[in-house]
T-cell receptor, first 114, second 115 residues
Framework: DQQVKQNSPSLSVQEGRISILNCDYT??????FLWYKKYPAEGPTFLIS?????DKNEDGRFTVFLNKSAKHLSLHIVPSQPGDSAVYFC?????????????FGEGTQLTVNP | GAGVSQSPSNKVTEKGKDVELRCDPI?????LYWYRQRLGQGLEFLIY????????KSGLPSDRFSAERTGESVSTLTIQRTQQEDSAVYLC?????????????FGPGTRLTVL
């Protein structure tokens, strides 16, 4: 039972353009959502998060949008840079879950071409 | 300024052997998590430690898997009688305290290959 799904295994964009990564979830108990970025041979690093009480959170070039009715969130990166090329994981947690452990999607490999 | 460290970085073992993976969390972090990532999949929760409380073992896939943590420091994940399906990257994360808004910091992982 995949509670968090990233349906696009890969995405390729041109430098300077917008990258949009999508994520869907099924568990209505999730109340906090995060995006992690992962380079090869490194652990995931936190990028940006959003609480379920908000529908948008922005941090520099990164914006996360949350549509609770659709159980969908997206990460926008603009402008995209070659250094953004990495695997992006969507993750979710629920306050009631022990330790607020994270449930991850399968990841999307983003490639930003110069 | 150490982050989360894990050892070994790579481990190749034969089916049926036991392996032990180590995680050193960030100093002062009370919460520690183990996840694994199998090829082409997302990270899968295994176990969670918080201080001296009983660990949440609900993600462990079988009784061949066990983990310990000494106080609020090092943790070891042990896999007994390894199987080929245990091949994965095992990731450890720690956070200052549990809670949805507390960022989990991940180590680089241990890549386990079971032949």
């Amino acid at each position: 039972d995949q509670q968090v799904k990233q349906n696009s295994p890969s995405l390729s964009v041109q430098e300077g353009r917008i990258s949009i990564l999508n994520c869907d979830y099924t568990n209505s108990m999730f109340d906090y959502f995060l995006w992690y970025k992962k380079y090869p041979a490194e652990g995931p690093t936190f990028l940006i998060s959003i609480s379920s009480i908000k529908d948008k959170n922005e941090d520099g070039r990164f914006t996360v949008f949350l549509n609770k009715s659709a159980k969908h969130l997206s990460l926008h990166i603009v402008p995209s840079q070659p250094g953004d090329s990495a695997v992006y994981f969507c993750a979710a947690s629920a306050r009631e879950t022990s330790g607020s452990r994270l449930t991850f999607g399968e990841g999307t490999q983003l490639t930003v071409n110069p | 300024g150490a982050g989360v460290s894990q050892s070994p970085s790579n481990k190749v073992t034969e089916k049926g052997k036991d392996v032990e993976l180590r995680c050193d969390p960030i100093s002062g972090h009370t919460a520690l998590y183990w996840y694994r990532q199998r090829l082409g999949q997302g990270l899968e929760f295994l176990i969670y430690f918080q201080g001296n409380s009983a660990p949440d073992k609900s993600g462990l896939p079988s009784d061949r898997f066990s983990a310990e943590r000494t106080g609020e420091s090092v943790s070891t994940l042990t896999i007994q009688r390894t199987q080929q399906e245990d091949s994965a990257v095992y990731l450890c994360a720690s956070s200052f305290q549990p809670g949805t808004s507390n960022e989990q910091f991940f180590g680089p992982g241990t890549r386990l290959t079971v032949l």
